[in-house]
C-alpha cells in the first residue's frame, strides 16, 4: 500500500514541531555560550571586558 | 533503664557512690551502669528500646547517587596524555574555562591520538546558602556542545535540563528532570528525546536503611527498563567506627552491582564494588582507597581482571593542582598514563 503524503495545510501541521526543534537546536548550539557571557558580564560586581578577553 | 513509674533515670557511679539522677526517688527500680558516652548517645540515636522515630526519617540520598561516595574512591577521573586546564573567575558568579587535552583512545596495537581544546563558561546565582540557578556551557574544537541548567524553584523542587549537541543529529541528546526532595523521600522525573521516559524514588525506611527503585521506558526502541536499590549507612555519632556506607543495585538489563565504602578515619577512606552481569557471566571485584596527605589526595584501585589504577592529585599554595594518572590492564597489556595541570578550581 502506497504511502499518502500529507498536503498542504495538513504537512505544515504534522512537521512544525520538527522543524522548531531544529531551530531550536541550531540556536542553542551557536548561541547558549554568548548568552551565558553576556548574562554573566553583565551581573554585580560587573566584571570589565579586559578581564573577559585577557589570558590571565 | 526505666523505672518503676516508667521514669527515665540514670545512675552515674562515681568513685564508689551511687548517685541518682533524677529528682524522684523510683522504689523497685532496676540499678544498671550507664556510662556518660551512653547517655549521650542515647540522648541523639533515640536508641532507647523504642524503636525508630518513623515520624522524623532523614531524608535519603537520589537514586542517582546512592553509589556516590563508593564512586569517588572506585572511579577518579582517568585520562591518558596530557590535560591542561584552567578557570578564571570573573567575580563570584560568573567563570570561564579554558581546557586542552591531547592523548590518544583505543586498543592496545590500534591507538587513535585524540586532541581537543574547549571553552567554557559557568554562571552560578546564589541566594543566601542555596543556589538558585547554575548555567554551564561546554564547547569543544569538534563543534561539539553541551549545556546544562539547574533552576532551583524552591528548597523542595528543581528542574534540570541537560543537551549534548553534535553535528550529527542522531548523537544530539536532550534531557529534562524534575526532582522532589520530600522529608524521609527523593522522587525524581526524567524525560528525554527519541521518547525516553524515567522515574525513580527513594524512601527512607528507618535512620540508616533506604529503599528504592525507578522504571524506564524507551520509546524508539520499544523497550522498558526496571531497577531496585537499597542503601544503608550508619551514623557516624552513633557508632564509634567511621562512616559506612553499603548499597546494592538490581537492573533488569541483567545487572547486579554492590558497594562498600568506609571512612577509616578522616584521611583515609576504604571501598569496594562487585558487578555481575547475569546475561554474559562476567563478574568484577574492585578494591580502592582514598588517602589525603596534606594537600595531596592519592586513590588507588585493583580489581580481579589485573586492572590497577591510581590518581593523584597535589595541590599548591597559588592555587595550581598537579595530576598524575596511571591505569595498567596486565591482561591485555595495555598500559596507559597521564600527567595534567589545573589552575583554579
Not at chain 2, 23 to 45: D, R
Not at chain 2, 248 to 253: A, D, I, P, Q, R
Request: glycine share 8%.
Amino acid at each position: 500500500m502506497a504511502k499518502v503524503e500529507p498536503v498542504g495545510k495538513n504537512k505544515m501541521l504534522k512537521e512544525w514541531p520538527t522543524w522548531v526543534l531544529k531551530k531550536a537546536k541550531t540556536a542553542t548550539h551557536y548561541g547558549f555560550i554568548p548568552l551565558i557571557i553576556f548574562i554573566g558580564m553583565n551581573t554585580d560586581p560587573k566584571p570589565q571586558l579586559s578581564q573577559l578577553l585577557s589570558p590571565v | 533503664m526505666m523505672g518503676a513509674r516508667g521514669e527515665r533515670e540514670s545512675l552515674h557511679q562515681e568513685k564508689g557512690r551511687e548517685r541518682v539522677c533524677s529528682g524522684s526517688v523510683t522504689m523497685g527500680a532496676a540499678i544498671s551502669y550507664c556510662s556518660p558516652q551512653e547517655v549521650l548517645n542515647t540522648a541523639i540515636c533515640g536508641d532507647d528500646g523504642n524503636g525508630p522515630d518513623y515520624m522524623h526519617l532523614p531524608c535519603p540520598a537520589k537514586y542517582n547517587e546512592i553509589t556516590r561516595e563508593a564512586y569517588m574512591s572506585l572511579k577518579p577521573e582517568l585520562f591518558e596524555g596530557l590535560r591542561f586546564d584552567i578557570t578564571r573567575p570573573l567575580n563570584n558568579k560568573f567563570a570561564l574555562s579554558n581546557s586542552l587535552f591531547m592523548g590518544s583512545v583505543g586498543l592496545p596495537g590500534n591507538r587513535q591520538s585524540k586532541a581537543h581544546f574547549e571553552l567554557g563558561a559557568d554562571l552560578v546565582d546564589q541566594k543566601g546558602k542555596m543556589d538558585i540557578v547554575l548555567v554551564m556551557g561546554r564547547v569543544l574544537s569538534d563543534a561539539r556542545m553541551s549545556a546544562r541548567v539547574k533552576y532551583d524553584v524552591n528548597e523542595r523542587f528543581s528542574i534540570k535540563a541537560d543537551a549534548q549537541l553534535t553535528n550529527d543529529p542522531h548523537f544530539t541528546v536532550g534531557m529534562f528532570n524534575f526532582d522532589y526532595k520530600g522529608n524521609d523521600y527523593q522522587a525524581q522525573l526524567t524525560m528525554g528525546n527519541n521518547a525516553y521516559y524515567g522515574v525513580n524514588y527513594m524512601q527512607s525506611v528507618t535512620r540508616t536503611l533506604s529503599l528504592g527503585g525507578e522504571g524506564i521506558w524507551l520509546g524508539r526502541e520499544r523497550k522498558s527498563n526496571m531497577g531496585l536499590a537499597a542503601r544503608f549507612k550508619t551514623d557516624t555519632v552513633c557508632h564509634n567506627n567511621g562512616m559506612q556506607i553499603a548499597t546494592g543495585l538490581m537492573k533488569s538489563e541483567g545487572l547486579i552491582s554492590c558497594t562498600y565504602v568506609q571512612k577509616l578515619s578522616d584521611k583515609i577512606s576504604v571501598a569496594s564494588d562487585f558487578v555481575y552481569n547475569w546475561e554474559n557471566g562476567e563478574a568484577i571485584t574492585s578494591v580502592a582507597y582514598d588517602y589525603l596527605i596534606r594537600q595531596c589526595r592519592l586513590r588507588g584501585r585493583i580489581d580481579t581482571n589485573l586492572c590497577t589504577a591510581a590518581y593523584l592529585e597535589e595541590k599548591f599554595s597559588s592555587g595550581l593542582t598537579f595530576l598524575l594518572s596511571a591505569e595498567l590492564d596486565h591482561r591485555r597489556k595495555d598500559y596507559k598514563f597521564g600527567f595534567g595541570m589545573t589552575i583554579g578550581d
